[in-house]
């Protein structure tokens, strides 16, 4: 299983970017989302939503940064609008959820992660 992201890049404060993850292989997955990691920092949960629709927002974002998911494709996009310098980090797609380990159908958990995709906001 992989996430490709793509996205990103310079945006001025105030500004808009958006940001789209791409989930390949099989793999029945429950949480889909975006962490971020700024220099120096511990990476942290941006934005995440469980298949049933459930929508968590970090409150530095909520207002501004709205996520939405299409579960038949597997893709997951965070609309990142009022950015702020603050905001500038690595953004790395997240998916946790099960894959089919052998032909009995048992199934393991598994958690993946995208390459990381560089967001800065110039102020």
């Known amino acids: 299983v992989q996430l490709v992201e793509s996205g990103g890049g310079l945006a001025q404060s105030g500004g808009s970017l958006r940001l789209s993850c791409a989930a390949s292989g099989s793999m029945n997955i429950d949480t889909m989302g975006w962490y971020r990691q700024a220099p120096g920092q511990e990476r942290d949960l941006v934005a995440s939503m469980i298949s049933d629709g459930t929508t968590y927002y970090a409150d530095s974002v909520k207002g501004r940064f709205t996520l939405s998911r299409d579960n038949a494709k597997n893709t997951v996009t965070l609309q990142m609008n009022s950015l702020k310098p603050e905001d500038t980090a690595v953004y790395y797609c997240?998916?946790?959820?099960?894959?089919?380990?052998?032909?009995?159908?048992?199934?393991?958990?598994?958690?993946?992660w995208g390459q990381g995709t560089l967001v800065t906001v110039s102020s």
């Open positions: 997240n998916a946790q959820g099960r894959v089919v380990v052998n032909v009995e159908g048992a199934t393991r958990y598994l958690e993946v």
